[in-house]
């Protein structure tokens, strides 16, 4: 199985500020890797795919970048919205795997 | 709006078996692949199954093969998990959720609110 590894597991910062969260895969997986938010008490939802590409909808302060076995996750400035847990998700290969998530709080 | 409704958890005894629905709505339900991601209590998300389109293709995490079938019924538009032998590790949420399956995209949206299953005596 393909293991993630997202870094860090948590994460606390102010509203405004820059946000990134890398994820590292256990063997390349070019770029098929997605990004979820998950609020507390609520299903995830997709932010990222294909490891760049911005679902419709979502704010252009959220952003993806990365290829082969290293990704990160990027929030230009920091809302109170996005409290929430971030995860990462392979499907290079079967069983599609997550990381193990980030939990985002406010300072 | 696309929505999907997850039902059918329970309390259920080591050994048990129960079975999960997931009701979709606002999209042509066999048009796509389906999947069940589950989340135990304070956990991360953990993909369980999938089922193609027309039900001919279903693949499964390793932890549940064996003990654990999907299936759909695209006249319904529903969706369905089997689970049989459940253990305590079983406890979680579980999540339905369509998956978009294309030349390289594969993602999960949306999901449905989830439903608790709590295994235990």
């Known amino acids: 199985d393909i293991q993630m590894t997202q870094s860090p597991s948590s994460l606390s910062a102010s509203v405004g500020d820059r946000v990134t969260i890398t994820c590292q895969a256990s063997q390349d997986i070019s770029n098929y890797l997605n990004w979820y938010q998950q609020k507390p008490g609520k299903a995830p939802k997709l932010l990222i795919y294909?490891?760049?590409n911005l679902e419709i909808g979502v704010p252009s302060r959220f952003s993806g970048s990365g290829s082969g076995t290293d990704f990160t996750f990027t929030i230009s400035s920091l809302q109170p919205e996005d409290i929430a847990t971030y995860y990462c998700?392979?499907?290079?290969?079967?069983?599609?795997?997550f990381g193990q998530g980030t939990r985002l709080e406010i300072k | 709006e696309v929505q999907l409704v997850e039902s059918g958890g329970d309390l259920v005894q080591p050994g048990g078996s129960l079975r999960l629905s997931c009701a979709a709505s606002?999209?042509?339900?066999?048009?796509?692949?389906m999947s069940w991601v589950r989340q135990a209590p304070g956990k991360g998300l953990e993909w369980m199954a999938n089922?193609?389109?027309?039900?001919?293709?279903?693949y499964y995490v390793d932890s549940v093969k064996g003990r654990f079938t999907i299936s759909r019924d695209n006249a319904k538009n529903s969706l369905y998990l089997q689970m049989n032998s459940l253990r305590a590790e079983d406890t979680a949420v579980y999540y339905c959720?369509?998956?978009?399956?294309?030349?390289?995209?594969?993602?999960?949206?949306?999901w449905g609110q989830g439903t608790l299953v709590t295994v235990s005596s």
């Open positions: 998700q392979q499907y290079d290969d079967l069983p599609i795997t």
């Open positions: 294909e490891g760049s």
């Open positions: 089922i193609k389109e027309d039900g001919s293709e279903k």
């Open positions: 606002g999209f042509t339900f066999s048009s796509y692949w």
């Open positions: 959720a369509r998956e978009l399956v294309h030349s390289g995209i594969d993602w999960f949206d949306p």
